[in-house]
């Protein structure tokens, strides 16, 4: 569905919120690539700011929505925002780890993806644990 999206009819807006809601429901690794992908390009700033883009009342509610109910949607919502809208790595970073902290698939597969990128990375499978 993402890529009809954002490849048929050129919407990279629902292609990237496709790619999150698939990556939030512990969907295919590709989608969290591909949400990596599109940021690196960096040709879509627009279509990010609206898939992810929140108004300060918004930013609120999550925040309480997290404190209080420990809602890792609410915070894997937060390190969309911070990370794709406004670019703000270290903001990105601690929702993102508190989403994982609570259980968000998302932010699982999201850090699962960072590992697995990364240039420094062991050769291997990209399991732990399996000793």
């Not at 915070?75 to 609570?102: D, V």
């Amino acid at each position: 569905m993402a890529s009809y999206y954002g490849f048929a009819i050129g919407n990279w807006t629902l292609y990237l919120r496709w790619c999150a809601v698939a990556v939030e429901l512990g969907g295919p690794r590709e989608a969290a690539l591909s949400l990596a992908a599109v940021r690196k390009n960096g040709n879509q700033k627009p279509a990010m700011m609206n898939a992810f883009g929140l108004n300060p009342r918004q930013v609120a509610t999550l925040k309480v929505d997290v404190d209080q109910s420990k809602n890792p949607r609410a915070a894997f919502r937060l390190a969309l925002y911070f990370g794709y809208s406004i670019n703000e790595p270290k903001l990105e970073e601690y929702w993102m780890a508190k989403a994982e902290e609570l259980g968000s698939k998302g932010a699982v597969m999201m850090m699962r993806g960072r590992q697995l990128s990364s240039p420094f990375q062991a050769h291997g499978d990209g399991h732990q644990g399996d000793d």
